[in-house]
C-alpha cells in the first residue's frame, strides 16, 4: 500500500436509503423515534442498576456498561443521519468521517469481546456457583470492563490509522448512511491489498475470538444445565442467561455477515439494512429483551412503575 500523505478528497457524501429523497420526513421520523426509544431504554437500565441495591452483583454491572455503550454506540451514527434528513446537507468531512468510523467500530469492538465477559460471568456463576463470589470479585469485574473499552479502541486505532492514510480521490460518495469501513475502502485510489488484509485479520480477532469464548462458555453452561435433576432447576439456571443468549446471536450474526469477509464489499442495500439491524435496532432492543426476559429486572421495573402511579394517586 502506498503512503498516501495528500488527501485530494477532503470531504464525503452519505447517499443513505435508496427511498430517502422520497420519504425523508417518513425517514427521519422513524429514525428519531428509534433514538429517543434507546436513549431513554438505556437510561432506565442503569438507573435501575445504580438505584437498585439487589442489582449491585457483577451480571448487572456488565449489564450497565452495554447500556453505556449501546447509548453511545447509537449516538455516533444516528445524530448525524438526522442532521442530513433534516437540512438535506448529506456532506460529512474527511475528518468527521474517520472520528465517526473510529468511535463506531471501537465501540462495536468493545461490545463483542464485552458479550464474551458477560457469557464467561454466567459460566462462572452456573458452572462454579459456590466459588462465584470469590472469583467474580469487583476488583476483576473492574478488570474486565476497563480492558473490554481499551481492547476495542487501541485494536481499532491500528485499523483506523491505516485507513486514514489511504489516498482518496475521485468519487467522494459513500453508499451508506454513515462511514463504514468497506463503504470507505472502496473510494481509496491506490493499492489497498494491505488495508485490506490487516482489515479482516483485525475482524478475525475481534469477532472470533469473542465468540469462541462465548460459545465454548455456553457449551459448559449447558452441558451443567443437563445435569440438574429437575426441570425447574434447568429452566431456572437457563433463565439466567437465555437475555445474553439472544442479544448474543443478534448481534454476531449481523455483524459478521457484514466485517468477517477477505475482500472489500461494495455496500449494497442488503448491507445498508443489515448495517442498521446493529447500529440501530439491536442497541433499542437489547434493553427490552433484558427487562423482558429477566425476571428480577422485570420486577424491579414494575415495583418502580407501581409506585409511581399510586404517588401520582395520592397526590
Not at 469481546?113 to 456457583?129: G, N, W
Not at 468477517?260 to 427490552?288: C, D, G, Q, W
Request: contains cysteine; positive net charge; hydrophobic residues 50%.
Amino acid at each position: 500500500m502506498e503512503k498516501g500523505n495528500v488527501t485530494t478528497v477532503k470531504d464525503f457524501i452519505l447517499s443513505g436509503f435508496p427511498a430517502q429523497i422520497q420519504f425523508k420526513g417518513a425517514f427521519f421520523c422513524l429514525f428519531l423515534v428509534f433514538y429517543i426509544l434507546t436513549v431513554m431504554e438505556n437510561i432506565i437500565i442503569i438507573a435501575m442498576i445504580r438505584a437498585n441495591r439487589n442489582l449491585h452483583k457483577p451480571m448487572y454491572f456488565f449489564l450497565s456498561n452495554l447500556a453505556f455503550l449501546e447509548l453511545c454506540y447509537i449516538s455516533t451514527t444516528v445524530p448525524n443521519l438526522l442532521a442530513n434528513l433534516a437540512t438535506a446537507n448529506k456532506h460529512i468531512s474527511f475528518e468527521s468521517c474517520m472520528t465517526q468510523l473510529f468511535f463506531f467500530i471501537s465501540l462495536l469492538c468493545t461490545e463483542c469481546v464485552l458479550l464474551a465477559v458477560m457469557a464467561l460471568d454466567r459460566y462462572v456463576a452456573i458452572c462454579h456457583p459456590l466459588r462465584y463470589p470469590t472469583i467474580m470479585c469487583s476488583s476483576l469485574c473492574m478488570q474486565l470492563a476497563a480492558g473490554t473499552w481499551l481492547s476495542g479502541f487501541l485494536i481499532t486505532a491500528i485499523k483506523v490509522a491505516i485507513i486514514s492514510r489511504l489516498e482518496f480521490c475521485g468519487s467522494n460518495i459513500i453508499n451508506h448512511f454513515f462511514c463504514d469501513v468497506s463503504p470507505v475502502l472502496n473510494l481509496a485510489c491506490i493499492d489497498m491489498s494491505l488495508a485490506e488484509l490487516v482489515d479482516f485479520i483485525i475482524a478475525l480477532i475481534i469477532l472470533i475470538i469473542p465468540l469462541l469464548v462465548t460459545v465454548v462458555s455456553y457449551l459448559c453452561i449447558i452441558l451443567t444445565i443437563l445435569k440438574i435433576p429437575t426441570t425447574t432447576g434447568r429452566w431456572k439456571a437457563f433463565s439466567t442467561c437465555a437475555s445474553h443468549l439472544s442479544v448474543v446471536s443478534i448481534f454476531f450474526t449481523s455483524t459478521l455477515f457484514i466485517y468477517a469477509r477477505p475482500k472489500k464489499i461494495s455496500s449494497f442495500e442488503m448491507n445498508k439494512l443489515i448495517s442498521t439491524v446493529y447500529a440501530v435496532i439491536t442497541p433499542m432492543v437489547n434493553p427490552i429483551i433484558y427487562c423482558l426476559r429477566n425476571k428480577e429486572m422485570k420486577l424491579i421495573l414494575q415495583k418502580t412503575f407501581r409506585l409511581k402511579s399510586s404517588s401520582s394517586q395520592t397526590t
